[in-house]
């Protein structure tokens, strides 16, 4: 017996093409494409639930809510896909069909402003690494309750000598 249950997901790539297929992909298999009672598929700039991986440094002299006690976020929210009807907002946009909402993440992530995830993320290096880094693009299977987010976001892409 199968309840359709998606325990994890997460994937990285530098490769667009790569990213809208698995997107597509995702999607059509977390979501219905017609709305329902409680159901409507929808797009959302808020990032309120979304992990951006910072963590907590834990310096002796700084307290768990300064902003020096955490260290750089590691993934810059572009949007999140959801489909629970009671979450939408105003500012939200809604579909009723799985092509439109690729279109609109695509373009999303195609205009995000790499400049502000550099600032914010900063360049990937630390001591660790030796080889150069890129910009990729990350989907994240995040849950709210019983209900399902793919979170799209950027992040670091590694590439070792």
């Keep these: ?31 219905e494409e017609q709305p329902s009672e409680y159901s409507q598929l929808f797009l959302t700039k808020r990032s309120n639930a979304f992990n951006n991986g910072k ?3 834990d310096p002796k002299d700084k307290s768990f809510l300064t902003e020096g006690s ?3 976020p590691k993934y810059f929210h572009v949007c ?3 489909d629970y009807r009671s979450e939408i907002t105003e500012k939200d946009e809604v579909f009723d069909n799985y092509d439109n909402l690729i279109k609109k993440v695509m373009l999303n992530v195609k205009n995000v402003d790499t400049n502000l995830f550099l600032k914010q993320c900063g360049d990937g290096l630390d001591s ?34």
């Design 55 to 57: 963590r907590f440094i």
């Design 128 to 161: 660790f690494f030796d080889g150069s880094i890129g910009i990729g693009y990350r989907i994240n299977q995040r849950f709210l309750g019983a209900w399902e987010h793919l979170d799209i976001s950027l992040c670091h892409i590694f590439y070792g000598k």
């Design 1 to 31: 017996m199968s309840a359709n249950v998606n325990q994890n997901f997460l994937y990285e790539t530098d490769s667009l093409d790569n990213f809208v297929k698995v997107l597509d992909t995702m999607v059509k298999v977390m979501y």
């Design 80 to 82: 999140s896909i959801g």
């Design 70 to 72: 955490w260290s750089k």
